[in-house]
């Protein structure tokens, strides 16, 4: 996986992510903070939500990101949360456009 051009989303609304073939990937801030898989927020057995949503703020931000490695980044958000972390494949297979959402969708026979 190609690690992405630019990441663009300290203190706003949306996270967005330049990839190298030009296509990118905006999410809101609070749609990756509530998607978080750490092991406080899913728990690992069960893969059960142990995130309550209606605790995470509307205007959670990203404090802080940074690389993990070649392959993820890490994002502390300003409600203190800072465990998890984010793969560039599932940024990238998770996008939210329009286009990328289509080709998951299942064709129909
Ligand atoms: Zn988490
Ligand atoms: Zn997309």
């Known amino acids: 996986m190609a690690m992405p051009e630019e990441i663009v989303g300290l203190l706003r609304s949306n996270i967005?992510?330049?990839?190298?073939?030009?296509h990118e990937t905006r999410y809101r801030a609070r749609d990756l903070r509530l998607a978080c898989r750490c092991a406080m927020c899913i728990e690992e057995t069960s893969g059960k939500p142990l995130?309550?949503?209606a605790s995470v703020a509307a205007n959670v931000r990203a404090q802080?990101?940074?690389?993990?490695?070649?392959?993820?980044?890490?994002?502390r958000w300003t409600d203190g949360h800072?465990?998890?972390i984010y793969n560039f494949r599932d940024l990238r297979a998770?996008?939210?456009c329009d286009a990328c959402v289509a080709t998951r969708r299942p064709t129909p026979r």
């Open 16 to 22: 967005t992510i330049k990839w190298p073939d030009g």
């Open 51 to 53: 995130l309550d949503p």
């Open 64 to 75: 802080h990101i940074e690389l993990v490695g070649q392959y993820a980044i890490s994002i």
């Open 82 to 84: 800072d465990t998890g």
């Open 94 to 96: 998770n996008c939210p």
